[in-house]
């Protein structure tokens, strides 16, 4: 078993707070970094998780505003609206050679990430998990399931083990991925249809499927296109095979912000969708259509 690994968890709500909650009870530091408010919680009564995988239990944590000591690893797990803010709290001097892995939505902020932070450090993960913080250190795993990609073009192989074998004992299921791109582009193309159908019609995702097929369909055709010009996979029938296993209430984190009034990562995802297409010169109309329509509304 891997011991005496430090980690930042900047951001400590549904899925930033499960993953420290988890590193915690398997041994690990976790300094979670957050504002004051969260902080003091954090600081006084640690991080509560109800999982009907991993059980329900609680930890102590460090919490902080900012973080004032290198670290083995930083795990990004804020919102893309929020991401340039949250950043100033792992000034790029307290970091040092930790390694940081953004669970964000889309495939941009890596730039924004290695413009931060060393570029062989920045290693992209993709997370797949439904955990929500219903209240500061208060975390719901709804999900029988938490599943991790960790990918890094640049960084040390071994350094990706490392985190991994970490993660893996922890409690997700966590496997390296060769490619980073494909890996974003995997999450991004299945994402995106969901996202922008349930958000722009305040529906759930059975709803969507029945009312919307046809908008469903293109929008993963488009994605698709997209994803496979940009390295990604490229597997409608399969995509649209997933939508159908799921249940029927299923709601996306862009649509449960549009409901709380909380700021939409539709840049994030929709704009990230359409900017890939314009560079490569593939049409993606009901994408352009559904992120205009969004857009209009203020979002």
């Known amino acids: 078993m891997t011991t005496d690994f430090t980690v930042a968890i900047l951001g400590p709500g549904g899925i930033g707070g499960l ?30 998780v109800r999982s009907g995988l991993y059980g329900d239990f609680h930890v102590s944590v460090e919490a902080d505003t900012v973080l004032r000591e290198p670290v083995d690893a930083c795990l990004v797990a804020v919102k893309h609206t929020s991401l340039d803010a949250a950043l100033e709290r792992i000034p790029a001097e307290a970091l040092g050679d930790a390694l940081l892995v953004p669970f964000l939505n889309g495939v941009e902020h890596p730039a924004v990430l290695r413009d931060h932070h060393r570029p062989e450090f920045v290693a992209p993960g993709v997370i797949r998990v439904e955990s929500t913080r219903v209240a500061p250190g208060v975390i719901e795993h709804g999900s029988p399931f938490a599943e991790i990609d960790l990918s890094g073009d640049h960084v040390p192989r071994e350094r990706l083990e490392g985190l991994a074998r970490v993660l893996g004992e922890a409690g997700p299921t966590t496997r390296v991925l060769e490619d980073e791109s494909g890996a974003l582009w995997a999450k991004l193309a299945f994402l995106a249809p969901l996202a922008l159908l349930t958000t722009r019609y305040g529906l759930p995702l059975g709803e969507v499927r029945t009312g919307h097929r046809e908008e469903l369909i293109a929008l993963v055709e488009e994605a698709a296109a ?5 390295g990604g996979p490229a ?31 539709l840049e994030a995802i929709g704009g990230a969708l359409l900017r890939a297409a314009e560079r490569h010169g593939i049409a993606v109309p009901v994408t352009a259509r559904l ?8 979002h």
Do not use: N, W
């Open 19 to 48: 993953l420290g909650a988890l590193l915690s009870r398997a041994g690990h530091r976790v300094v979670c970094l957050a504002g004051e408010e969260t902080v003091g919680v954090l600081r006084d009564s640690g991080i509560q």
């Open 226 to 230: 997209v994803s496979r010009a940009c």
């Open 235 to 265: 597997d409608p029938g399969q995509a649209l095979g997933r939508y159908d296993t799921f249940p029927g209430a299923t709601k996306s984190s862009m649509q449960r912000d549009a409901e709380s009034g909380r700021p939409l990562e």
């Open 291 to 298: 992120v205009a329509e969004l857009r209009a509304a203020g």
